[in-house]
C-alpha cells in the first residue's frame, strides 16, 4: 500500500532531527559489509535491534560491540498509526521494535532483496524522507520481473505485508535535488524501515 503525502511537512522535519539524533548516538550510520566482502552503498543505523547481513543483536558487533540505541514508544505508536492508516482498519496487535534508518546520497542505491532477517511476517513500514527515489517492488518468487517501479517522495508511506511481505523490493536510483529543504535535509534520502522482530530480549 502506498500512501503518498502521509508525513506533513512538521512530521518530517520531526523525523529528520530524530534521525541525525541517533546518528550522533552510538556507532552512528555505517555502511554495512556483505559476507562476499562487497560494501553496501547506503549507510544505516539501527533502532531496538542492530541488522548487520544477515542477522539481529542487541550490540553494534560489525563495528564497537556498543549496545544498540533503543527503539522509543513514540516510533512504535507512528508505526501502528501508519499500518491502520494504510490498510484502513485499526492495527491494535501491531508494535514494531526494529528501525533500520537508511541513509542515500546521489549515488546509493539498494539491491533487490527479501527482509527475512526478522521470525516475525508482521508488516514491513516504510517512510520516506528527503529525496525522491525509484522503488522497485517485485514478487516474492525471485529478482527477476514482474515487477513495478514506483516513485517514493518526502512523506511518503509505503507498506507491505501478508502475501507481499517477503516481495523482493530495492531502489535502482535516486533522484537528487527532489527534495524539500524545509524539512531539514538539504540533500541525499532518509529511509525509516519499522519491523517486528519476533525476537525476545534473550536472543
Known amino acids: 500500500m502506498h500512501v503518498p503525502d502521509w508525513l506533513d511537512v512538521d512530521e518530517q522535519r520531526q523525523l529528520v532531527a530524530a534521525c541525525r539524533g541517533w546518528a550522533t548516538e552510538r556507532a552512528g550510520f555505517r555502511a554495512a559489509r556483505l559476507p562476499n566482502g562487497g560494501v553496501m552503498s547506503v549507510r544505516t543505523v539501527c533502532l531496538g535491534w542492530h541488522?548487520?547481513?544477515?542477522?539481529?543483536?542487541?550490540?553494534?558487533?560489525?563495528?564497537?560491540?556498543?549496545?544498540?540505541?533503543?527503539?522509543?514508544?513514540?516510533?512504535?505508536?507512528?508505526?501502528?498509526?501508519a499500518v491502520a492508516d494504510a490498510y484502513a482498519k485499526p492495527a491494535p496487535g501491531y508494535r514494531p521494535?526494529?528501525?533500520?534508518?537508511?541513509?542515500?546520497?546521489?549515488?546509493?542505491?539498494?539491491?533487490?532483496?527479501?527482509?527475512?532477517?526478522?521470525?516475525?511476517?508482521?508488516?514491513?513500514?516504510?517512510?520516506?524522507?528527503?529525496?525522491?527515489?525509484?522503488?522497485?517492488?517485485?514478487?516474492?518468487?525471485?529478482?527477476?520481473?514482474?515487477?513495478?517501479?514506483?516513485?517514493?517522495?518526502?512523506?511518503?508511506?509505503?507498506?507491505?505485508?501478508?502475501?507481499?511481505?517477503?516481495?523482493?523490493?530495492?531502489?535502482?536510483?535516486?533522484?537528487?535535488g527532489t527534495g524539500n529543504p524545509d524539512i531539514g535535509l538539504p540533500k541525499g534520502r532518509l529511509?525509516?524501515?519499522?519491523?517486528?522482530?519476533g525476537l525476545a530480549a534473550s536472543d
Open 97 to 176: 521494535d526494529i528501525a533500520l534508518i537508511n541513509f542515500y546520497d546521489e549515488a546509493a542505491k539498494m539491491g533487490l532483496h527479501q527482509d527475512k532477517d526478522e521470525r516475525s511476517l508482521d508488516p514491513v513500514v516504510s517512510l520516506s524522507l528527503g529525496d525522491s527515489c525509484v522503488f522497485r517492488f517485485g514478487n516474492t518468487e525471485n529478482r527477476s520481473r514482474p515487477w513495478d517501479d514506483v516513485e517514493l517522495c518526502s512523506g511518503d508511506l509505503f507498506v507491505f505485508g501478508g502475501a507481499s511481505r517477503l516481495a523482493y523490493h530495492g531502489v535502482p536510483k535516486t533522484l537528487p
Open 191 to 197: 529511509n525509516i524501515t519499522l519491523r517486528v522482530s
Open 51 to 81: 541488522w548487520h547481513p544477515y542477522r539481529y543483536s542487541r550490540t553494534i558487533d560489525d563495528v564497537d560491540g556498543s549496545p544498540v540505541t533503543p527503539f522509543p514508544d513514540w516510533l512504535a505508536e507512528l508505526g501502528q498509526r
